[in-house]
């Protein structure tokens, strides 16, 4: 069963830094394809970035290309976050998604999400 | 970029057929056979139903179906149940490896 488990949210003041992870499991991690997608309270999904199965190679949208970063771990099954420079429209839950197989671009799993709250 | 465009609501009684529009332009719907719809219940993680336009994931009704024509793209659910209320989104590739997701659309079985 594919599962995949986000941490590193929480409550981060304007212009601070936050890390988040997704731990993956139940499939073969360094085959897939990943997307990091977000969703603000009461809004809708807005997709944040994305990145290939090596790890070589990563997109982001334009609202947070230049301070965001997105990696991955594949000895340790493992997806990353780096959200530098937060603003308050920051504020989401950001979900973890891995893509269809043969795909890259149809998130097809999602992990339950992490919440990321940036306020004073 | 802004997101494709959605109703914001569409309603219908159940056994009923309702669709739901997604439009975007010629740089992403238009030129990519690479739409996905979701399913969000409230409180919950989406769902894929729909990918490459209008294939289904197993497990998903056959209820639900989708298609394309020009920059617009479609979600139907006929036979429309109690428990298919919730928030869908379309979602498109945009080329260069990013994605664009519609603003959502609220079904309300009546």
């Known amino acids: 069963e594919v599962q995949l488990v986000e941490s590193g949210g929480g409550l981060v003041q304007p212009g601070g830094s936050l890390r988040l992870s997704c731990v993956a499991s139940?499939?073969?991690?360094?085959?897939?394809?990943m997307h990091w997608v977000r969703q603000a309270p009461g809004k809708g999904l807005v997709w944040v970035s994305r990145?290939?199965?090596?790890?070589?190679?990563?997109s982001h949208a334009d609202s947070v290309k230049g301070r965001f970063s997105t990696s991955r771990d594949n000895a340790k099954n493992t997806l990353y976050l780096q959200m530098n420079s937060l603003r308050a429209e920051d504020t989401a839950v950001y979900y973890c998604?891995?893509?269809?197989?043969?795909?890259?671009?149809?998130?097809?799993?999602w992990g339950q999400g992490s919440l990321v709250t940036v306020s004073s | 970029q802004s997101a494709l465009t959605q109703p914001r609501s569409v309603s219908g009684s159940p056994g009923q057929s309702v669709t739901i529009s997604c439009t975007g332009t010629?740089?992403?719907?238009?030129?990519?056979?690479?739409v996905s719809w979701y399913q969000q219940h409230p409180g919950k993680v989406p769902k894929l139903m729909i990918y490459?336009?209008?294939q289904r994931p197993s497990g998903v009704p056959d209820r639900f179906s989708g298609s394309k024509s020009g920059n617009t793209a479609s979600l139907t659910i006929s036979g429309l149940q109690a428990e298919d209320e919730a928030d869908y989104y379309c979602?498109?590739?945009?080329?260069?490896?990013?994605?664009?997701f519609g603003g959502g659309t609220k079904l309300t079985v009546l």
């Open positions: 998604t891995r893509d269809l197989p043969s795909h890259t671009e149809t998130p097809a799993y």
């Open positions: 139940g499939f073969a991690f360094s085959d897939y394809w």
């Open positions: 990145i290939n199965s090596e790890g070589s190679s990563t």
């Open positions: 010629s740089s992403d719907v238009g030129n990519y056979n690479y």
């Open positions: 490459d336009v209008s």
């Open positions: 979602c498109s590739y945009t080329g260069t490896y990013t994605l664009i």
